[in-house]
């Protein structure tokens, strides 16, 4: 139950901002591979700050649009919800803070962890504009004594689903989401920007309760082609 009321919640949420943004979207930011030279000075300083996801692993429902759709949507993967939220952990979560640290460090001398005082979505909106960051972080350059800001934010985790209202797609895929990209904390333009999505479809059945195999092999396996993916943008 708890499960679904989040799953509910997030919905009602979704819902809310779609109708609040209408029609004035402004186009994606592409990504961006850190580009080592515009860095170059040797005592610059680099703080990371990690966001993990909010929730435990859980499927994540794409597509079923109205409550009743949703509720079924969500009762039919109750049972791999059990089983990710019980079975799936933060190991692999912390491992690419880790990842991220260290290809940091390989290039940098000066690079810490750092917490920030205030959620990034309290900061002053920045003008919208590709190539820089929504918020305007540029305080946080005498906060923290830093002079780039790197954020990992894992935002979902578990698996992924897709239906039109409440018919499946298909299966249930191991899923990774969520965002890494560093701000020059002089002018708030991203040094870096890295779209998380990874999707695997599992090798065999999904259904295979308690455990489903298929599936938390597939969540694993998203995991790696994150990492990849950003041993690729450095």
Known sequence: MKSLRIKIRYLLGFCLI???SGCA????QPELYLNANTLSENDIKIGIY???P????TTHILGADCL????VASALTSGLDTHLE??????ELDAIKDQVYS?????FQNVKMVELSTPLDDFKDFKDQLGFADKDLRDIKSQLDIDVLVVLDLQAYGAFRSFSNYIPNGDPKGYLAGLLYSVDLNSNEYLQYLKIDAK???GGPWDEAPDYPNVTTAYYQAVENVKVKIDKSF
């Open 54 to 57: 909010k929730d435990k692993a």
């Open 86 to 91: 019980s079975a799936i952990s933060t190991e």
């Open 103 to 107: 290809k940091y460090s390989s290039r």
């Open 50 to 52: 990690y966001v993990p």
């Open 68 to 71: 009743l759709c949703y509720a």
């Open 200 to 202: 695997v479809q599992p």
């Open 18 to 20: 779609a109708f609040l």
């Open 25 to 28: 979207m402004s186009p994606p």
